[in-house]
């Protein structure tokens, strides 16, 4: 079952902040946050295991709510390398079968 | 050594061609992935090896066909494939099992005409 992300695109300007949701109807083992540029192959940014955590790297931090089966990426003060499209994939059990959602296009201004 | 090589970048194929996609990554990675990518879609799951095993087929057609030689490299052999097929392959590896990222390597951009 595919995870669902919002919003589907989001447009800032250089400074500002933004929040990727990514949702499941399964119960899940980790959620994974990856940011794909154009032409380019996905980049590991972080991985978030069941038991609720949050994870920071840099300006990028991530949660997730076992609860509700939900992961947010939070990118603040965000700079033009945030460029990119970004996509959750999330794992129900520890097999690696990982299954991507449909992504989230950020585009940053200066 | 901290990426994931593969070769070639580009490749065009007929329908009736064999060709084969290769992968390789030094660091370790015992897991090691196989997926396909569509423009402007998530990439797809088609294979994974654990420790040279095939550990998940998702139901991927037999025109496609993975092999694991060794621990630091993965193949992709390819037969009789169908235009529909076209797309960026993905290859990745991470350590298995212990809830660790994958690492992508630049893909091949593959053309079936």
């Known amino acids: 079952q595919q995870p669902v992300q919002s919003p589907q695109a989001v447009i800032l300007r250089e400074g500002e902040d933004a929040v990727i949701n990514c949702s499941s109807s399964k119960a899940l083992y980790s959620v994974h946050w990856y940011r794909q540029k154009h032409g380019e192959a996905p980049v590991f940014l972080m991985i978030l295991l069941k038991g609720g955590e949050q994870k920071g790297h840099e300006k990028i931090s991530a949660s997730f709510n076992e609860k509700k089966q939900q992961s947010s990426l939070y990118l603040t003060a965000s700079q033009l390398s945030y460029s990119g499209t970004y996509f959750c994939?999330?794992?129900?059990?520890?097999?690696?079968?990982?299954?991507f959602g449909q992504g989230t296009t950020l585009q940053v201004k200066p | 050594d901290t990426e994931v090589t593969q070769t070639p970048k580009h490749l065009v194929m007929g329908m009736t061609n064999k060709k084969s996609l290769k992968c390789e990554q030094h660091m370790g990675h015992r897991a090691m992935y196989w997926y396909k990518q569509k423009a402007k879609k998530p990439p797809e799951l088609m294979f994974v090896y654990s420790y040279e095993k095939l550990s998940i087929n998702e139901s991927v057609p037999s025109r496609f066909s993975p092999e694991c030689p060794n621990s630091s490299l993965l193949n992709l052999h390819l037969h009789a494939l169908q235009p529909e097929d076209s797309a960026l392959y993905l290859c990745?590896?991470?350590?298995?099992?212990?809830?660790?990222?994958?690492?992508f390597g630049p893909g091949t951009r593959l053309t079936v005409l």
């Open positions: 994939g999330t794992e129900t059990s520890n097999t690696g079968k990982l299954i």
């Open positions: 990745a590896s991470s350590i298995p099992g212990q809830g660790k990222g994958e690492f």
